[in-house]
């Protein structure tokens, strides 16, 4: 038994040894731009197979226990940050516990309950108008669809994204928020800047099953080390993959 599991982990140090090897290789033959489609999606396996060890299980850092409380939660991040918007949902739910709690309420008095989580007025009432159209048209039930998902009131394709992914397990898309958008850019994995052009970019070149955990990683990367501002390039695994043009090595 024990020479066994030494051989298998000598083959898997050689597999993992044989990817990274693969990337430099076509960095080194190829440059900063692999100019062939298999140079530039064995570049963006190599992304991927990095990002799983430096955020482990990443997921959605919105406190939720369904996903109508996730939904209110993503509406309210809105220019707001997650710290923020954990800070005040325990105890909104508390006070509103179902979607048909939040659709008899006033925008107005709601809006007084989410203050501090900014732009306080639209916000009250894209959630005021999800909880109707969610009691209204779904029973009280999140839906499952992105065609459905788009007809609730404050759920654009980010939102959706969220929902879907986060509480049901869908990959019907990215998301793609501000650091998901920036990121992308600087790994050359989009030249737009509109989020639903920058998804189908991403959606083109990613495997699908890796729409959802991606996000989630890029996200907490964002955060953590390739900010907007002085980006903490010498700590980044990826490193060697990117050329952005505002590095700082």
């Not at 306080?120 to 009691?135: P, T």
């Not at 639903?196 to 953590?224: C, N, T, Y």
Request: aromatic share 4%.
């Amino acid at each position: 038994m024990k020479t066994g599991d030494k051989g298998s982990a000598k083959g898997g140090q050689r597999g993992g040894g044989k990817k990274k090897a693969s990337a430099h290789r076509i960095l080194k033959a190829y440059g900063k731009r692999p100019p062939n489609a298999q140079a530039r999606a064995a570049r963006v396996e190599e992304i991927l197979r990095r990002l799983d060890p430096m955020y482990p299980g990443a997921t959605c850092a919105l406190t939720h226990s369904s996903p109508w409380e996730l939904l209110v939660a993503t509406i309210l991040s809105a220019q707001c940050t997650d710290k923020r918007v954990n800070m005040v949902t325990p105890g909104l739910f508390a006070k509103y516990p179902t979607p048909a709690d939040f659709a008899a309420v006033r925008p107005e008095a709601l809006a007084a309950d989410i203050r501090s989580t900014g732009f306080f007025n639209n916000k009250a009432k894209s959630i005021v108008g999800a909880a109707r159209r969610v009691v209204a048209a779904y029973g009280g039930a999140v839906p499952k669809t992105m065609e459905e998902m788009l007809t609730i009131p404050g759920a654009a394709r980010k939102t959706a994204n969220v929902v879907l992914g986060t509480a049901h397990g869908i990959a019907s898309g990215v998301v793609v928020d501000t650091h998901v958008g920036r990121i992308a850019q600087r790994l050359d994995l989009t030249k737009n800047t509109d989020p639903v052009k920058v998804e189908q970019d991403l959606m083109k070149i990613l495997p699908q099953d890796r729409w959802i955990s991606f996000a989630h990683q890029i996200i907490l990367h964002g955060r953590a080390l390739c900010v907007a501002r002085t980006p903490h390039c010498a700590e980044c695994q990826l490193n060697g993959l990117c050329y952005a043009k505002d590095k700082t090595l």
